[in-house]
């Protein structure tokens, strides 16, 4: 199994910048690849951006390109996801997760962590 906790998230005025980590344990040998994720209230739950472990690879949502870059740093197990230029719209509950295929995208995640509130005041 695999374990995953996110932190970093909080309250920042627009035009702020927040970074989100999410520290992997266990069976981290695993996985190929991590994601982000964010809801918000009364949402469905959608995509932000992705990562291969290996950090070959990424891939962003239309709405964050250009302003976030997710990166990892391998020798310590942690997937960062830098957010610059908030906006309100960004204000969401941020899911990390992790997936176990090899697919890119991939198709479906394996762990999830808790989450972390990122508001974003106007």
């Known amino acids: 199994q695999v374990q995953l906790v996110e932190s970093g998230g909080g309250s920042v005025q627009a035009g702020g910048s927040l970074r989100l980590s999410c520290a992997a344990s266990?069976?981290?040998?695993?996985?190929?690849?991590m994601g982000w994720f964010r809801q918000a209230p009364g949402k469905a739950r959608e995509f932000v951006a992705v990562?291969?472990?290996?950090?070959?690879?990424?891939h962003y949502a239309d709405s964050v390109q250009g302003r976030f870059t997710i990166s990892r740093d391998a020798g310590k197990n942690t997937v960062y996801l830098q957010m610059n230029h908030l906006k309100p719209a960004d204000t969401a509950v941020y899911y990390c997760?992790?997936?176990?295929?090899?697919?890119?995208?991939?198709?479906?995640?394996?762990?999830w962590g808790q989450g972390t509130q990122v508001t974003v005041s106007s």
């Open positions: 990562i291969r472990w290996s950090g070959s690879r990424t």
């Open positions: 266990g069976r981290t040998s695993i996985l190929y690849t």
């Open positions: 997760a992790a997936a176990g295929n090899t697919n890119w995208p991939p198709s479906e995640y394996d762990f």
